[in-house]
């Protein structure tokens, strides 16, 4: 793909207001758009400086499977189905140290982890 078309396609992704999109074509692109910020548009460019500034400050992203468990967290704590909770937790301590982390979890699953003492409250 082209600087062209990933532009096109940026800025495209970001009048939809699809950040999801926009975030990967950012992600994967990093260091050509960097050289090239001034052809995307203002929230396509503030993206860019986020998700840079994200990454030189040493923060990485959520893996697929991390996401999944979060989702699979949500989902659980939405249904109160404490069982599947915990067997979806186990081995998994060092995802809960992560701000991040919690920062996608539902209220419902903040509240279940913080009764089982898996997180901090607060």
């Not at 500034?53 to 949500?74: C, D, F, K, Q, W």
Request: aromatic share 6%.
């Amino acid at each position: 793909m082209g600087i062209k078309e990933l532009i096109l396609k940026i800025n495209q992704s970001v009048e939809e207001l699809d950040l999801v999109t926009t975030r990967k074509y950012i992600e994967e692109n990093l260091e050509v758009l960097n050289g090239n910020k001034n052809l995307l548009k203002g929230n396509a460019r503030e993206l860019l400086v986020f998700l840079t500034n994200r990454l030189e400050s040493g923060y990485e992203p959520l893996t697929r499977g991390e996401m999944a468990t979060v989702s699979a967290i949500n989902s659980f704590a939405s249904k109160f189905d404490v069982r599947s909770i915990k067997v979806t937790i186990k081995d998994k301590e060092q995802l809960f140290l992560r701000k991040d982390f919690i920062d996608h979890l539902n209220a419902d699953a903040k509240i279940i982890l913080e009764g089982m003492g898996a997180i901090q409250k607060g």
